[in-house]
Protein backbone atom coordinates (compact mmCIF):
# COMPACT_ATOMS: atom_id res chain seq x y z
CA UNK A 1 0.00 0.00 0.00
CA UNK A 2 1.00 3.42 -0.51
CA UNK A 3 2.13 5.46 2.52
CA UNK A 4 -0.03 8.54 1.85
CA UNK A 5 -3.46 6.46 1.39
CA UNK A 6 -2.44 5.09 5.71
CA UNK A 7 -5.10 7.24 7.06
CA UNK A 8 -7.97 6.27 4.77
CA UNK A 9 -7.65 2.21 6.10
CA UNK A 10 -7.24 3.72 10.11
CA UNK A 11 -10.11 1.69 12.13
CA UNK A 12 -12.62 4.08 13.97
CA UNK A 13 -14.69 2.96 17.27
CA UNK A 14 -17.54 5.30 17.45
CA UNK A 15 -19.37 6.63 20.61
CA UNK A 16 -21.77 3.52 20.17
CA UNK A 17 -19.12 1.22 20.64
CA UNK A 18 -19.30 0.28 17.00
CA UNK A 19 -15.96 0.01 15.63
CA UNK A 20 -15.36 0.27 11.68
CA UNK A 21 -12.09 -1.28 9.90
CA UNK A 22 -11.66 1.61 7.87
CA UNK A 23 -13.14 4.99 6.81
CA UNK A 24 -14.89 4.63 3.93
CA UNK A 25 -18.18 3.96 3.97
CA UNK A 26 -20.58 3.14 0.82
CA UNK A 27 -23.42 6.02 0.52
CA UNK A 28 -26.98 5.29 0.35
CA UNK A 29 -28.12 5.24 -2.99
CA UNK A 30 -32.01 4.52 -4.18
CA UNK A 31 -31.72 1.25 -6.52
CA UNK A 32 -35.00 0.81 -7.43
CA UNK A 33 -34.41 -3.05 -7.24
CA UNK A 34 -37.16 -4.58 -4.33
CA UNK A 35 -39.83 -6.54 -4.71
CA UNK A 36 -43.37 -4.85 -5.18
CA UNK A 37 -43.97 -6.05 -1.39
CA UNK A 38 -41.53 -4.22 -0.06
CA UNK A 39 -38.95 -7.28 0.09
CA UNK A 40 -35.51 -7.09 -1.07
CA UNK A 41 -34.45 -8.92 -4.13
CA UNK A 42 -31.36 -11.41 -4.44
CA UNK A 43 -30.15 -9.08 -7.07
CA UNK A 44 -30.00 -6.56 -4.67
CA UNK A 45 -28.32 -8.57 -2.11
CA UNK A 46 -26.07 -9.20 -4.46
CA UNK A 47 -25.42 -5.80 -5.38
CA UNK A 48 -24.64 -4.70 -2.01
CA UNK A 49 -22.16 -8.12 -0.99
CA UNK A 50 -20.44 -7.22 -3.85
CA UNK A 51 -19.28 -3.88 -2.37
CA UNK A 52 -19.04 -4.67 1.56
CA UNK A 53 -16.22 -6.49 1.43
CA UNK A 54 -13.76 -3.67 1.26
CA UNK A 55 -15.71 -0.47 2.81
CA UNK A 56 -16.25 -0.09 6.65
CA UNK A 57 -19.24 0.29 6.33
CA UNK A 58 -22.73 0.38 4.04
CA UNK A 59 -25.37 2.80 4.28
CA UNK A 60 -29.08 1.09 2.83
CA UNK A 61 -30.93 2.84 0.49
CA UNK A 62 -33.65 4.34 2.23
CA UNK A 63 -36.31 2.18 4.14
CA UNK A 64 -39.84 3.67 4.89
CA UNK A 65 -41.26 3.50 7.91
CA UNK A 66 -44.83 3.60 7.31
CA UNK A 67 -46.77 2.76 4.54
CA UNK A 68 -47.87 5.88 3.36
CA UNK A 69 -43.56 6.86 3.14
CA UNK A 70 -42.65 5.08 0.01
CA UNK A 71 -40.44 7.36 -1.67
CA UNK A 72 -39.64 5.06 -4.85
CA UNK A 73 -41.09 1.97 -6.69
CA UNK A 74 -38.84 -0.51 -6.09
CA UNK A 75 -37.60 0.85 -2.38
CA UNK A 76 -37.91 -2.18 0.17
CA UNK A 77 -39.77 -1.80 3.32
CA UNK A 78 -39.10 -1.53 7.09
CA UNK A 79 -42.63 -0.97 8.13
CA UNK A 80 -43.82 -4.04 9.48
CA UNK A 81 -42.89 -6.85 11.50
CA UNK A 82 -43.43 -8.92 8.23
CA UNK A 83 -40.49 -7.17 6.70
CA UNK A 84 -37.54 -8.24 9.45
CA UNK A 85 -36.87 -11.62 7.28
CA UNK A 86 -35.92 -9.14 3.80
CA UNK A 87 -34.27 -7.08 6.43
CA UNK A 88 -32.37 -9.92 8.17
CA UNK A 89 -31.17 -11.22 4.51
CA UNK A 90 -29.75 -7.84 3.32
CA UNK A 91 -27.58 -7.64 6.44
CA UNK A 92 -26.40 -10.79 7.26
CA UNK A 93 -25.35 -10.08 3.36
CA UNK A 94 -23.20 -6.80 4.11
CA UNK A 95 -22.08 -8.56 7.39
CA UNK A 96 -21.02 -11.32 6.04
CA UNK A 97 -18.20 -9.74 3.87
CA UNK A 98 -16.65 -7.66 6.80
CA UNK A 99 -18.65 -4.48 6.32
CA UNK A 100 -21.16 -2.96 9.10
CA UNK A 101 -24.62 -2.89 8.10
CA UNK A 102 -26.64 0.24 8.46
CA UNK A 103 -30.08 0.76 7.55
CA UNK A 104 -31.13 3.84 6.21
CA UNK A 105 -34.65 4.85 7.96
CA UNK A 106 -37.02 7.82 6.11
CA UNK A 107 -40.65 9.01 5.11
CA UNK A 108 -40.71 10.56 1.71
CA UNK A 109 -43.29 13.05 2.84
CA UNK A 110 -44.54 15.14 -0.40
CA UNK A 111 -41.78 13.76 -2.39
CA UNK A 112 -43.48 10.35 -2.51
CA UNK A 113 -45.62 9.72 -5.50
CA UNK A 114 -49.41 9.12 -5.15
CA UNK A 115 -49.40 5.93 -6.99
CA UNK A 116 -46.86 4.30 -4.09
CA UNK A 117 -48.91 5.60 -1.64
CA UNK A 118 -52.30 4.03 -0.28
CA UNK A 119 -55.25 5.98 -1.22
CA UNK A 120 -53.08 8.46 -2.84
CA UNK A 121 -53.37 10.58 0.20
CA UNK A 122 -49.76 11.78 0.17
CA UNK A 123 -48.43 13.79 3.49
CA UNK A 124 -46.22 16.76 4.69
CA UNK A 125 -45.69 19.05 7.50
CA UNK A 126 -47.96 21.58 5.04
CA UNK A 127 -50.18 21.59 2.38
CA UNK A 128 -47.25 22.86 -0.22
CA UNK A 129 -46.22 21.24 -2.71
CA UNK A 130 -42.59 20.98 -3.77
CA UNK A 131 -41.37 23.15 -6.61
CA UNK A 132 -41.28 20.39 -9.39
CA UNK A 133 -42.98 20.12 -12.44
CA UNK A 134 -46.01 17.27 -11.13
CA UNK A 135 -45.49 18.14 -7.51
CA UNK A 136 -48.67 16.48 -5.87
CA UNK A 137 -50.33 18.61 -3.46
CA UNK A 138 -49.75 17.23 0.07
CA UNK A 139 -52.22 17.30 3.21
CA UNK A 140 -50.93 18.23 6.28
CA UNK A 141 -50.58 15.94 9.12
CA UNK A 142 -52.33 16.47 12.32
CA UNK A 143 -50.12 16.66 15.57
CA UNK A 144 -51.38 13.22 16.69
CA UNK A 145 -50.30 11.68 13.09
CA UNK A 146 -47.04 13.70 13.70
CA UNK A 147 -46.16 11.75 16.60
CA UNK A 148 -47.44 8.58 15.33
CA UNK A 149 -44.52 8.75 12.49
CA UNK A 150 -41.99 9.93 15.13
CA UNK A 151 -43.09 6.30 16.59
CA UNK A 152 -42.69 5.23 13.31
CA UNK A 153 -39.31 5.84 13.26
CA UNK A 154 -38.72 4.06 16.48
CA UNK A 155 -40.50 0.40 15.55
CA UNK A 156 -38.69 0.70 12.34
CA UNK A 157 -35.24 1.07 14.68
CA UNK A 158 -36.47 -2.07 16.61
CA UNK A 159 -36.97 -3.94 13.63
CA UNK A 160 -33.47 -2.69 12.48
CA UNK A 161 -31.84 -4.70 15.30
CA UNK A 162 -34.10 -8.00 15.15
CA UNK A 163 -32.78 -7.92 11.78
CA UNK A 164 -29.18 -7.63 13.14
CA UNK A 165 -27.72 -4.11 11.52
CA UNK A 166 -25.35 -2.87 13.06
CA UNK A 167 -26.97 1.05 13.27
CA UNK A 168 -29.53 3.07 11.52
CA UNK A 169 -29.07 6.43 9.69
CA UNK A 170 -32.04 8.74 10.00
CA UNK A 171 -32.44 10.64 6.75
CA UNK A 172 -33.24 13.94 7.53
CA UNK A 173 -31.77 15.11 3.92
CA UNK A 174 -32.86 15.27 0.03
CA UNK A 175 -35.77 16.93 0.61
CA UNK A 176 -37.68 14.43 2.64
CA UNK A 177 -40.17 14.09 5.68
CA UNK A 178 -38.02 15.09 8.47
CA UNK A 179 -36.04 17.78 6.05
CA UNK A 180 -39.64 19.10 5.16
CA UNK A 181 -40.43 20.11 8.97
CA UNK A 182 -36.90 21.35 8.51
CA UNK A 183 -37.39 23.73 6.14
CA UNK A 184 -39.47 27.07 5.85
CA UNK A 185 -40.55 26.21 2.61
CA UNK A 186 -43.02 23.46 3.19
CA UNK A 187 -43.72 24.06 7.05
CA UNK A 188 -46.01 27.16 7.09
CA UNK A 189 -47.38 25.44 10.90
CA UNK A 190 -48.11 27.52 13.83
CA UNK A 191 -48.08 24.95 16.40
CA UNK A 192 -45.49 23.32 18.29
CA UNK A 193 -43.91 21.36 14.76
CA UNK A 194 -43.23 24.85 13.22
CA UNK A 195 -43.05 28.48 12.84
CA UNK A 196 -39.99 29.66 14.56
CA UNK A 197 -36.35 28.09 13.82
CA UNK A 198 -36.37 26.21 16.88
CA UNK A 199 -39.69 25.15 16.26
CA UNK A 200 -39.18 23.64 12.84
CA UNK A 201 -36.14 21.42 14.78
CA UNK A 202 -38.85 20.02 16.66
CA UNK A 203 -39.61 16.88 14.57
CA UNK A 204 -36.20 16.09 13.35
CA UNK A 205 -34.75 16.35 17.18
CA UNK A 206 -37.89 14.38 18.37
CA UNK A 207 -37.29 11.30 15.92
CA UNK A 208 -33.82 11.26 17.29
CA UNK A 209 -34.91 11.51 20.60
CA UNK A 210 -37.22 8.19 19.74
CA UNK A 211 -35.08 6.17 18.14
CA UNK A 212 -32.34 6.93 20.50
CA UNK A 213 -34.89 6.02 23.19
CA UNK A 214 -35.81 2.64 21.19
CA UNK A 215 -31.94 1.53 20.75
CA UNK A 216 -31.51 2.24 24.79
CA UNK A 217 -34.41 -0.11 25.60
CA UNK A 218 -33.86 -3.19 22.70
CA UNK A 219 -29.92 -3.09 21.78
CA UNK A 220 -28.06 -6.13 23.85
CA UNK A 221 -24.80 -4.89 21.84
CA UNK A 222 -23.10 -1.51 20.70
CA UNK A 223 -25.90 0.14 17.79
CA UNK A 224 -24.54 3.17 16.31
CA UNK A 225 -27.54 6.28 15.22
CA UNK A 226 -26.45 8.63 12.28
CA UNK A 227 -28.36 11.53 11.15
CA UNK A 228 -27.93 12.38 7.10
CA UNK A 229 -28.73 16.68 5.91
CA UNK A 230 -28.85 18.36 3.27
CA UNK A 231 -27.33 21.87 4.33
CA UNK A 232 -29.16 23.96 2.26
CA UNK A 233 -32.55 24.38 -0.20
CA UNK A 234 -32.10 26.35 -3.59
CA UNK A 235 -36.05 27.55 -3.08
CA UNK A 236 -37.47 30.93 -1.34
CA UNK A 237 -37.80 30.92 1.65
CA UNK A 238 -35.96 27.49 2.52
CA UNK A 239 -33.00 26.37 4.41
CA UNK A 240 -29.76 28.35 4.45
CA UNK A 241 -26.49 27.40 5.78
CA UNK A 242 -27.11 29.86 8.65
CA UNK A 243 -30.46 27.73 9.53
CA UNK A 244 -28.60 23.86 9.23
CA UNK A 245 -25.60 24.98 11.50
CA UNK A 246 -28.03 25.82 14.04
CA UNK A 247 -30.02 22.25 13.32
CA UNK A 248 -26.33 20.20 13.15
CA UNK A 249 -25.31 22.37 16.59
CA UNK A 250 -28.98 20.59 18.24
CA UNK A 251 -27.89 17.37 17.33
CA UNK A 252 -24.46 17.16 17.97
CA UNK A 253 -25.43 17.80 21.95
CA UNK A 254 -28.11 14.52 21.11
CA UNK A 255 -24.67 11.93 21.71
CA UNK A 256 -24.92 10.60 18.05
CA UNK A 257 -22.73 8.58 16.36
CA UNK A 258 -22.19 10.70 13.12
CA UNK A 259 -23.59 13.39 10.96
CA UNK A 260 -23.95 12.38 6.93
CA UNK A 261 -23.71 15.79 4.95
CA UNK A 262 -26.05 15.13 1.35
CA UNK A 263 -23.65 16.87 -1.00
CA UNK A 264 -23.54 16.94 -4.70
CA UNK A 265 -20.02 18.15 -4.04
CA UNK A 266 -17.65 17.72 -1.11
CA UNK A 267 -15.68 21.47 -1.98
CA UNK A 268 -19.61 23.19 -2.94
CA UNK A 269 -19.40 26.88 -1.37
CA UNK A 270 -22.99 28.20 0.70
CA UNK A 271 -25.05 29.37 -1.32
CA UNK A 272 -26.60 32.07 1.52
CA UNK A 273 -27.45 32.46 5.07
CA UNK A 274 -23.22 32.76 6.49
CA UNK A 275 -20.43 35.36 5.24
CA UNK A 276 -17.95 33.16 4.28
CA UNK A 277 -15.32 31.85 2.05
CA UNK A 278 -15.29 28.34 3.68
CA UNK A 279 -17.22 25.52 1.84
CA UNK A 280 -19.84 24.27 3.58
CA UNK A 281 -17.89 20.65 5.08
CA UNK A 282 -15.76 23.42 6.72
CA UNK A 283 -18.24 25.33 8.20
CA UNK A 284 -19.73 21.91 9.01
CA UNK A 285 -16.64 20.35 10.65
CA UNK A 286 -15.71 23.32 12.28
CA UNK A 287 -19.21 24.27 14.23
CA UNK A 288 -19.81 19.96 15.32
CA UNK A 289 -16.70 18.11 14.25
CA UNK A 290 -14.98 18.36 17.63
CA UNK A 291 -18.60 16.58 18.86
CA UNK A 292 -19.57 14.39 16.24
CA UNK A 293 -17.71 12.72 13.53
CA UNK A 294 -18.90 14.14 9.86
CA UNK A 295 -19.08 12.15 7.21
CA UNK A 296 -18.40 13.83 4.09
CA UNK A 297 -19.18 12.99 0.51
CA UNK A 298 -19.59 14.38 -3.46
CA UNK A 299 -17.20 13.88 -6.31
CA UNK A 300 -14.87 11.60 -4.36
CA UNK A 301 -13.42 9.38 -7.06
CA UNK A 302 -9.88 8.68 -6.18
CA UNK A 303 -7.47 7.86 -3.20
CA UNK A 304 -5.88 11.48 -4.05
CA UNK A 305 -9.54 12.85 -3.43
CA UNK A 306 -10.27 11.04 -0.35
CA UNK A 307 -6.85 12.26 0.91
CA UNK A 308 -7.89 15.58 0.19
CA UNK A 309 -11.21 15.42 1.73
CA UNK A 310 -9.62 13.66 4.89
CA UNK A 311 -7.49 16.87 5.26
CA UNK A 312 -10.60 19.12 6.03
CA UNK A 313 -10.58 17.29 8.95
CA UNK A 314 -14.03 15.16 8.48
CA UNK A 315 -12.61 11.70 9.93
CA UNK A 316 -15.18 9.24 7.57
CA UNK A 317 -15.72 9.55 3.76
CA UNK A 318 -18.62 8.15 1.69
CA UNK A 319 -18.57 6.97 -1.88
CA UNK A 320 -21.71 6.87 -4.06
CA UNK A 321 -21.12 6.55 -7.22
CA UNK A 322 -18.21 5.95 -7.39
CA UNK A 323 -18.22 2.44 -5.33
CA UNK A 324 -20.99 1.12 -8.34
CA UNK A 325 -18.23 1.70 -10.83
CA UNK A 326 -15.57 0.31 -8.40
CA UNK A 327 -16.71 -2.29 -5.72
CA UNK A 328 -13.06 -3.22 -5.40
CA UNK A 329 -11.57 0.95 -5.00
CA UNK A 330 -10.73 -0.16 -0.58
CA UNK A 331 -9.09 -3.33 -1.62
CA UNK A 332 -7.00 -1.94 -4.96
CA UNK A 333 -5.95 0.96 -2.08
CA UNK A 334 -4.61 -1.31 0.57
CA UNK A 335 -2.90 -3.59 -2.50
CA UNK A 336 -1.21 -0.76 -4.07
CA UNK A 337 -3.77 -1.11 -7.04
CA UNK A 338 -4.25 2.88 -7.32
CA UNK A 339 -3.97 3.10 -10.41
CA UNK A 340 -6.10 0.48 -11.24
CA UNK A 341 -9.42 2.03 -10.09
CA UNK A 342 -12.12 3.03 -12.64
CA UNK A 343 -13.67 5.87 -12.53
CA UNK A 344 -16.05 5.37 -15.63
CA UNK A 345 -17.86 1.90 -16.77
CA UNK A 346 -18.80 0.64 -20.05
CA UNK A 347 -22.28 -0.05 -21.36
CA UNK A 348 -21.03 -3.74 -20.97
CA UNK A 349 -19.89 -4.01 -17.35
CA UNK A 350 -23.54 -4.47 -15.37
CA UNK A 351 -22.63 -8.18 -15.05
CA UNK A 352 -19.27 -7.59 -14.10
CA UNK A 353 -20.13 -4.84 -11.52
CA UNK A 354 -23.43 -6.63 -10.56
CA UNK A 355 -26.03 -4.04 -10.82
CA UNK A 356 -29.75 -5.04 -10.74
CA UNK A 357 -31.71 -4.37 -13.80
CA UNK A 358 -33.76 -1.30 -12.46
CA UNK A 359 -30.82 0.61 -11.60
CA UNK A 360 -28.67 -0.56 -14.35
CA UNK A 361 -31.70 1.04 -16.71
CA UNK A 362 -31.09 4.11 -14.57
CA UNK A 363 -27.27 4.33 -15.19
CA UNK A 364 -27.17 4.40 -18.52
CA UNK A 365 -30.47 6.08 -19.63
CA UNK A 366 -29.78 9.51 -17.85
CA UNK A 367 -27.74 11.61 -19.56
CA UNK A 368 -24.45 13.02 -17.19
CA UNK A 369 -25.73 10.62 -14.39
CA UNK A 370 -22.27 8.37 -14.45
CA UNK A 371 -19.70 8.72 -16.82
CA UNK A 372 -20.41 6.17 -19.57
CA UNK A 373 -18.00 5.46 -22.12
Given at each position: MTDKYQPLLQPLRFRSGVSIKNRVVMAPMTNF??????????????????????????????????????????????????????????????????????????????????????????????????????????????????????????????RAIEAGYDGVEVHGANGYLIQQFFSPHSNRRNDEWGGSLEKRMTFPLAVVDEVKKVVAEHATSPFLVGYRFSPEEATEPGITMADTLELISALAAKKLDYLHVSLQDFWSLPRRGVESSKTRIELIQERVGDTVPVIGVGLIHTPDDAIKALETGVPLIA??????????????????????????????????????????KAIVNTPGWFPVV
Open positions: SSNEDGTVTDAEVNYYARRSKGVGMVVTACTNVTANGKGFPGEFAGHTDDMIPSLRHLAAAIKNEGAKAILQIFHGGRMCPPELVPGGDVVSASSVAAEQEGAAQPRELSSAEVMDIVRAFGETTRLGREIIMEPDWVEKVEEGRESEIATTLSKDDQERLVVPDPLW
